[in-house]
């Protein structure tokens, strides 16, 4: 990102800083790079999901709740079953099962 700072893709790395940060435990600091992700680019579906799954995380369930309502407008029929089966191919099963807990406690269906 120091390399090519006027990058128009750079919303796929702030995201990707985002979920390293989650993976890290880091939340806080997942949260703003998500921020930036979506700031950038705001119908990036990568970025939706995992700031859904922040603010269930923090306990900001109403915005979590705002948040899947866009991420759905942009992925209709998106579901639990359907997350799962696509990031269980690049991510470590205990990030897995957080994601889909916490995408499950903001309201995504299971199927």
């Known amino acids: 990102m120091r390399l090519s700072p006027l990058d128009p893709l750079t919303y796929i790395?702030?995201?990707g800083m985002a979920f390293a940060h989650s993976t890290a435990g880091r939340y806080e600091e997942a949260i703003e790079w998500a921020d930036r992700s979506l700031y950038e680019q705001p119908r990036f579906t990568?970025?939706?999901r995992i700031k859904?799954?922040?603010?269930?995380?923090l306990d900001r369930v109403e915005e979590a709740r705002q948040w899947l309502?866009?991420?759905?407008h942009?992925?209709?029929g998106m579901t639990i079953a359907g997350?799962?089966?696509y990031a269980a191919r690049f991510t470590a099963p205990e990030f897995l099962t957080w994601y889909l807990d916490?995408?499950?406690?903001a309201g995504l269906p299971e199927e």
């Open 13 to 15: 790395f702030t995201a």
């Open 46 to 48: 990568a970025a939706l």
């Open 52 to 57: 859904v799954a922040l603010c269930i995380h």
């Open 69 to 72: 309502e866009r991420l759905l």
């Open 74 to 76: 942009q992925q209709p």
């Open 83 to 85: 997350l799962r089966s």
């Open 102 to 105: 916490s995408s499950r406690k």
